[in-house]
């Protein structure tokens, strides 16, 4: 079964720091683009940081200096480092994917999410 595994929220002071991890599973050929978005409660989900596969890098303006994005392709695993947590980053954080992976005997790419994670930081 393909899937996006995240780990790594909870809860930090302001000033603190996280990291969460999303590693892809299954019969991964390979993961494409990969992102972190996040969405806080009555807002709408938004693009955190984004990575392709050749290691190019976007970040949003509001966490811009603070964030790095990284990944790991012989793990299929992308990487949130956040340091000086805000109280308004607080938020579900959500991995996301595009993975090619093999189908019976061909192969498909599709677009995945995964379950999400609780960040929240405390002032």
């Known amino acids: 079964q393909v899937q996006l595994v995240e780990s790594g929220g909870g809860l930090v002071q302001a000033g603190g720091s996280l990291r969460l991890s999303c590693a892809a599973s299954g019969r991964i050929l390979r993961a494409n683009d990969m992102g972190w978005y996040r969405q806080a409660p009555g807002r709408q989900r938004e693009l955190v940081a984004g990575?392709?596969?050749?290691?190019?890098?976007t970040v949003a303006d509001s966490v811009k200096g603070r964030f790095t994005i990284s990944r790991d392709n012989a793990k299929n695993t992308v990487y949130l480092q956040m340091n000086s947590l805000k109280p308004e980053d607080t938020a579900v954080y959500y991995c996301?994917?595009?993975?090619?992976?093999?189908?019976?005997?061909?192969?498909?790419?599709?677009?995945?999410w995964g379950q999400g994670t609780q960040v929240t930081v405390s002032s």
């Open positions: 990575i392709s596969s050749t290691g190019s890098t």
């Open positions: 996301n994917a595009g993975l090619t992976y093999w189908s019976s005997d061909y192969l498909r790419t599709v677009d995945y």
